[in-house]
């Protein structure tokens, strides 16, 4: 059984960090990747970052780009999203979610099977 448990949303102010935590319940060079998505009220989900276990190749939407990093600490089964100058249209709820085995890699949500339950991050003043 795969599970997978976010941690470390919150409130943050315009220009802020955050750092998001992915705890998978499996070794996470067990898993063909691992990715971070967000929904926002009204807003379809989007893939934010994700990295591919095979070659560490990590995909940044347009959006985050230069501001997200994604990492993993494979000793500690915990992969992270490491987020700074946030937005306010950052805000949304975040999902680490999973695939085990994959032929062709994305950053979309049909490319992913197990999936955490959410964190909320508010980047407001």
């Known amino acids: 059984q795969v599970e997978l448990v976010e941690s470390g949303g919150g409130l943050v102010q315009p220009g802020g960090s955050l750092t998001l935590s992915c705890s998978t319940s499996r070794f996470t060079r067990a898993y063909y990747a691992i990715g971070w998505f967000r929904q926002a009220p009204g807003k379809e989900q989007e893939g934010v970052g994700c990295i591919r276990d095979s070659d560490a190749r990590t995909y940044y939407a347009d959006s985050v780009k230069g501001r997200f990093t994604v990492s993993r600490d494979n000793a500690k089964n915990t992969v992270f999203l490491r987020m700074s100058g946030l937005k306010p249209e950052d805000t949304a709820v975040y999902y680490c979610?999973?695939?085990?085995?994959?032929?062709?890699?994305?950053?979309?949500?049909?490319?992913?099977?197990?999936w955490g339950q959410g964190t909320q991050v508010t980047v407001s003043s």
């Open positions: 979610a999973a695939v085990l085995s994959g032929e062709f890699w994305s950053c979309t949500k049909g490319g992913y099977d197990y």
